[in-house]
Nanobody
Framework: VQLVESGGGLVQPGGSLRLSCAAS????????MAWYRQASGNQRELVAVITSGGRTDYADSVKGRFTISRDNAENTVYLQMNSLKPEDTAVYYCNVGGQYFLGRYDPAFGSWGQGAQVTVSS
């Protein structure tokens, strides 16, 4: 499985970015996937999940601001980030192929993207 992330960068507070994660070597449509982030000095945390059926779930800190979506024809998962805050600054990672069960996503059996730096600063 190969995952290639794109779309990170520097943005001012209140701005928007869209991250993409293009997958190959996996039956994309059959898999759940997620976005995580890791800020400097912190543990990696779950940001958003989308199941194979399109159900979505979000961390409380990003609800109403971030949207996860998937395009099975393009084998790509997206994270649209609006109203960005300085505390959203982190390296963002996609994970494809983890297990979603009883409302929880386990990335252990999934594959990770290389990470995309998102910096929110004026």
């Amino acid at each position: 499985v190969q995952l290639v992330e794109s779309g990170g960068g520097l943005v001012q507070p209140g701005g928007s970015l869209r991250l993409s994660c293009a997958a190959s070597g996996i039956i994309f449509r059959d898999n759940a996937m997620a976005w995580y982030r890791q800020a400097s000095g912190n543990q990696r945390e779950l940001v958003a999940v989308i199941t194979s059926g399109g159900r979505t779930d979000y961390a409380d800190s990003v609800k109403g601001r971030f949207t996860i979506s998937r395009d099975n024809a393009e084998n790509t998962v997206y994270l649209q980030m609006n109203s960005l805050k300085p505390e959203d600054t982190a390296v963002y990672y996609c994970n494809v192929g983890g297990q979603y069960f009883l409302g929880r996503y386990d990335p252990a059996f999934g594959s990770w993207g290389q990470g995309a730096q998102v910096t929110v600063s004026s």
